[in-house]
C-alpha cells in the first residue's frame, strides 16, 4: 500500500519501547505520528488530519488519556477521530472511565497483534468514509 493511501493514526504513548515497537508494527499499513503528552498530541493535530488516534492512559505532563479524550470528544474539530484505548489499566472502573471519557474501543496490554490492527484498520476506515 502506497503512503497516500494508507490512514494516518496518531499514537499517543509515553513508554519509548512501546512507541518504537508500534510505529514498526504500524507502518505496513498506517502512517504513524507519535505523542508522549498534551502538548505533543496539539502539535500534531494542528498539522495534521489524523483517521484515528491511538491512547494510552499514562502519558507524560499534566494531563492522562481519559482527560486528553475529553477533551477532543468536546472539541467540534476532533470529536469524530476515533479513539482507541490501549492501556495495561485493565480493572471494570478503568473501563468504564475510558468509555465515560469518550473512548470508542477499549484494548488492554498486552493485546494480540492481529486484534489490535484489525481495530485499528476497521476504526480508521469507519471513519474515513464517514468523512
Known amino acids: 500500500m502506497d503512503d ?3 490512514p494516518r493514526i496518531l499514537i499517543t504513548e509515553d513508554d519509548s519501547e512501546n512507541q518504537r515497537f508500534l510505529r514498526m508494527f504500524l ?3 498506517f502512517i504513524t505520528d507519535i505523542c508522549d503528552s498534551e ?3 496539539y502539535e ?3 498539522t495534521n488530519k489524523y483517521d484515528v488516534i491511538l491512547m494510552d492512559i499514562s502519558l507524560k ?3 492522562n488519556g481519559l482527560e486528553l479524550t ?3 470528544k468536546a472539541n467540534l474539530d476532533y ?3 476515533p479513539i482507541v484505548c490501549l492501556t495495561a489499566h485493565a480493572f471494570k472502573k478503568d473501563i468504564e472511565n475510558a468509555l465515560n471519557a469518550g473512548v470508542n474501543i477499549f484494548l488492554t496490554k498486552p493485546v ?3 486484534l489490535l490492527m484489525k481495530t485499528l484498520l476497521d476504526a480508521a476506515n469507519k471513519n474515513v468514509k464517514d468523512a
Open 39 to 41: 502538548v505533543t498530541l
Open 61 to 63: 505532563g499534566n494531563k
Open 112 to 114: 494480540d497483534n492481529h
Open 4 to 6: 497516500q493511501n494508507k
Open 27 to 29: 507502518r505496513k499499513n
Open 70 to 72: 475529553r477533551e477532543l
Open 79 to 81: 470529536k469524530d477521530i
Open 44 to 46: 500534531n493535530l494542528k
